[in-house]
């Protein structure tokens, strides 16, 4: 109440007897500068602010922390975050996704991985899946690559069915851009696209090593299934898609312009996916 008060006077000394303070006091409270703690949460509050909407409302405490540490270089505390987001009333998206469906095939193959997904350089170990989802003219497909190193997605593929040319277009793009080594592996889960030949074909062609998970169990491609989920919620069902190139456009820009190159991971010490390969770069080729 007394800070909306600017008259002298009578206005003055009313309001002061009428909150218990002194009239000196209330003068003194009105010319005292703003202090340093203050000022540095007004700061922060404009920051945490510009942080949450560049990330399309996503980023939670955690990772908008991580951003001001890693991002704007400003050092500040997961709790002092945590209640500034309080205040200004804004939180991150929380973590669930919604369940997809999957044609299994007939074909086996052997597990080089057996759930261990941790992996020292890059293209030591890619992981692929496809996921679905509905717009207003129908399903679209979308089948990924990943980096288990830095869970980079170095090749991905969108199409509105779901065929093996989803799968082997994929994979095009990653051995395009990255030219890997004999003997990496890339896994997969047991669905018809991947089992079938000419995934197969192609597979052996880029001299990869084939890896297939157990029939039924999403633990054994747990890495690829924390991405679906992660863009299940931060992407996919934050509104009702109408065509599937409006959907498509935004599954690009999610995976080219948010997830490899700015999205912090709790995985990779809070770095993006390209800060974590270029931090490994930079140490290797120092050496």
């Not at 703690?37 to 990330?55: K, N, P, Q, Y």
Request: proline residues 4%.
């Amino acid at each position: 109440m007394i800070a909306s008060l600017t008259g002298q006077g009578n206005n003055a000394r009313h309001a002061c007897r009428f909150l218990g303070v002194t009239e000196s006091g209330y003068y003194a409270w009105r010319s005292r500068p703003t202090s340093p703690r203050a000022l540095r949460r007004i700061f922060l509050a404009g920051e945490i602010v510009d942080v949450h909407r560049a990330s399309a409302g996503i980023y939670g405490a955690l990772r908008i922390t991580a951003e001001l540490r890693f991002g704007r270089q400003i050092v500040v505390g997961h709790n002092a975050v945590a209640s500034i987001m309080n205040e200004l009333g804004i939180k991150g998206l929380p973590k669930r996704r919604m369940p997809r469906s999957a044609r299994v095939g007939g074909v086996g193959g052997p597990d080089l991985v057996r759930r261990e997904f941790r992996r020292e350089a890059p293209d030591e170990l890619w992981m692929t899946d496809i996921t679905e989802h509905p717009t207003r003219e129908g399903k679209i497909y979308c089948c990924v690559v990943l980096d288990a190193f830095s869970r980079r997605v170095v090749g991905w593929s969108i199409d509105s069915t779901q065929t093996t040319v989803l799968v082997t277009n994929a994979l095009g793009m990653a051995t395009r851009r990255r030219d890997p080594a004999g003997g990496l592996v890339i896994h997969s889960d047991r669905g018809v696209q991947f089992t079938s030949w000419a995934f197969s074909q192609k597979v052996r062609e880029a001299g990869l090593a084939p890896s297939i998970g157990a029939l039924g169990c999403p633990y054994d491609n747990a890495v690829i299934e924390s991405f679906w989920g992660r863009m299940q919620v931060e992407l996919l069902n934050r509104k009702s898609w109408k065509t599937r190139i409006e959907l498509a456009s935004a599954i690009h820009d999610y995976i080219e312009l948010f997830h490899n190159s700015r999205r912090r991971h709790s995985a990779l010490g809070m770095l993006t996916p390209t800060e974590y390969e270029d931090r490994y770069f930079r140490t290797h080729n120092a050496a």
